[in-house]
Every structure is written in structure tokens, then in C-alpha cells.
């Protein structure tokens, strides 16, 4: 099955600073890269997302990018802000049927 | 719409008791999901289902059992609790095949004496 790796599992940044989070994946028939935050205490919420015919995507402050031929697909945070403070998660689908194989998570800490 | 609901918020079990985790949508999805939350583990699927009637394994299965006998709901057995299974429970729903995401409930944490 799919083999989803995530790092760093904590990442401690000053506001206003860039963050940046990386996966990797072992499937290569997977097509569909969704990143989840979560807060504490809260249930995993889905920030954005991409799809294998894609290179890059952007949400205002959040972008994702994606290498097919390494496996591997990143999330960056431009002018990080505390509200940014969660658990990042990373997950990987074949889409269609399949239920995505998600990354232990990244802890980001933003110190004000 | 309430979207996913899960009962109840926390429980404590001793261990060899028995109980249900109770899942529901109101939003007519097809695919709903089982995931435990161990720190530093991130999230694994327990069980999943395609539809009514219709459910697999996922990654850790022991110990744990699924029904969906309707859409909207997907109950979480514990035949006999162990202390293992102390976790933070989440279920999750899609539309279906043709959409890939997925909607979170707000949990449940259970402790296993």
C-alpha cells in the first residue's frame, strides 16, 4: 500500500517568517496530495490540495507544489502568523475510490 | 447542515467492556472512514465503507468492528477494550468517487483503564 512520509515533525518559526513542510510518497499511481491543519483540540480541516496534472497551487499565504518523478510534494506558509500554530497534516490518494494514506504531521509552532 | 456528528465526546472504558462509537452525516455522502489519533502516529484508517452495506479494513482493523447499514450513519464497535486502543477517534465522510474531500467530525477521545 501507499507509504506516506512527513518532515520535520515540529517546526518552530518567528512570525513573519516562511515555513515550509515536506512528504513523500511511495505510490506512484497516487494522483490526489490534500493537506489537513489542526488546531488543538479541533477536528483536521482541509487548507488545500492538488492534483497530479499540477505543478503548483496557491491560496493566498499557502502554497503546495509537487515533483512527480521524486514523490514527493510540499506546503509552504509565506508571513507566518500565530493563528498558523497547528498540526499539519499530509495524506496521499490514487483518487477515486481510494481513501487517502496520510503523514504522522508537522507540528508548527509560530512565536510571536 | 450539522455535516459529520460523533457521540460521545469522551469516554472512559475498563478494560474487556464494550461500546459504540457513534457516527453520522446529513449530507448524503457515499464514503465515510474510521481513524485513530495517536500522538506522533498521525492518522490511521480503521475501517471504511463505500455505501450502505458496502465496508472494508483499513491499516489497523483489529479489534474493531463497522456496519452501515444506512448512509447516514457508521458505528465504531469495541467488542473488548484493551488499553491499546486509548486514542482519539475521528470519522470522516465524502461525496464519493468522484470527489476526494474528505470532512472531518469533531472526535472523540477514549481512555481504557
Known amino acids: 500500500g501507499e507509504n506516506v512520509e512527513q518532515h520535520p515533525s515540529t517546526l518552530s518559526v518567528q512570525e513573519g517568517d516562511s515555513a515550509v513542510i515536506k512528504c513523500t510518497y511511495s505510490?506512484?499511481?497516487?494522483?490526489?496530495f490534500p493537506w489537513y491543519k489542526q488546531e488543538l483540540g479541533k477536528r483536521p480541516q482541509l487548507i488545500i490540495d492538488?492534483?497530479?496534472?499540477?505543478g503548483e497551487k496557491k491560496d493566498q499565504r499557502i502554497a503546495v507544489t509537487l515533483n512527480k518523478t521524486a514523490k514527493h510534494f510540499s506546503l509552504h506558509i509565506t508571513e507566518t502568523q500565530p493563528e498558523d500554530s497547528a498540526v499539519y497534516f499530509c495524506?496521499?490518494?490514487?483518487?477515486?475510490?481510494?481513501?487517502?494514506?496520510f503523514g504522522r504531521g508537522t507540528s508548527l509552532i509560530v512565536h510571536p | 447542515n450539522a455535516g459529520v456528528t460523533q457521540t460521545p465526546k469522551f469516554q472512559v472504558l475498563k478494560t474487556g467492556q464494550s461500546m459504540t462509537l457513534q457516527c453520522a452525516q446529513d449530507?448524503?455522502?457515499?464514503?465515510m472512514s474510521w481513524y485513530r489519533q495517536d500522538p506522533g502516529m498521525g492518522l490511521r484508517l480503521i475501517h471504511y465503507?463505500?455505501?450502505?452495506?458496502?465496508?472494508d479494513q483499513g491499516e489497523v482493523p483489529n479489534g474493531y468492528n463497522v456496519s452501515r447499514s444506512t448512509t447516514e450513519d457508521f458505528p465504531l464497535r469495541l467488542l473488548s477494550a484493551a488499553p491499546s486502543q486509548t486514542s482519539v477517534y475521528f470519522c470522516a465522510s465524502r461525496p464519493g468517487q468522484t470527489t476526494d474531500t474528505q470532512y472531518f467530525g469533531p472526535g472523540t477521545r477514549l481512555t481504557v483503564l
Open positions: 495524506a496521499a490518494s490514487k483518487g477515486g475510490s481510494y481513501i487517502p494514506t
Open positions: 492538488i492534483r497530479s496534472n499540477v
Open positions: 505510490d506512484s499511481a497516487s494522483n490526489y
Open positions: 449530507m448524503n455522502h457515499e464514503y
Open positions: 465503507s463505500v455505501g450502505a452495506g458496502i465496508t
